[in-house]
């Protein structure tokens, strides 16, 4: 799908993903309270989606957002106002940051690799703002490494890619390597679905 296409979708979506964000915070919440719960500095929330991320930041915390749906980002200014937050959201293509150099402290982003059309440039973008002496925290989904879950995931990934314009079946841990990030620590949970990344900043190292 293009980031046209991913953006059109979103706008269908953006009411049912608020209505149904208990589910997130079943399964999923914990691994957001675990990667994002103590950031600190200047934080950048890249593909922000409703804002599921900031429930679960530092109070205070200085927050710029970003994603391409401006849906998305209408119940993301909604999320803010309900926990008494302040924050910066914009509308902006994760693959081509209108941000300079080492704008940010920290840079985070949820669920988001596997709709990026270019996760690859979205990566390259999240190191280029972030500072030298910065960190970025993932928190991703992908193929299950429980052979039933996978063996699903394959069969109803095109099915699943064409709904939703998600690669479900997408391994993390390769689009971080083939963005040459350098990774800190990385864990799996929720049956290998899910891959947390820490990464430092590695400009000028040769890819
Ligand atoms: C599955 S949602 C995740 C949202 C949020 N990060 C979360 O954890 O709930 C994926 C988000 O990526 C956004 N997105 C997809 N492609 C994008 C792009 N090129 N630039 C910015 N946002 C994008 C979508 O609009 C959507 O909000």
Known sequence: MSVSEIEEWY??????MHRFEWVDRLFIGRYRQAQFGDVDGRLFDVACGIGTNFR?????????????????LVNAEKRLAKLGMDGTLREMNAQNLEFPDNSFDT????????????????????????KPDGTIRLVEHGRSDVGAIA????????????????????????VVKAAGLSVRKTT??????????EMTPD????R
């Open 188 to 197: 799996t949970g929720l049956f290998g679905t899910i891959t947390t990344f």
């Open 11 to 16: 706008a269908e979506y953006a009411d049912r």
């Open 107 to 130: 840079v985070i982003s949820a669920l988001s690799t596997c709709t990026f059309p270019d996760p690859i440039a979205a990566l390259r973008e999240m190191e280029r703002v972030c």
């Open 203 to 206: 400009r000028g190292v040769e």
């Open 151 to 174: 063996r699903f995931q394959e069969w109803r990934a095109d099915a699943h890619y064409a709904k939703s314009g998600c690669r479900w079946t997408q391994e993390p841990s390769e």
């Open 56 to 72: 679960y930041l530092p109070d205070p915390v200085e927050l710029v957002g970003i994603d391409i749906s401006p849906d998305m």
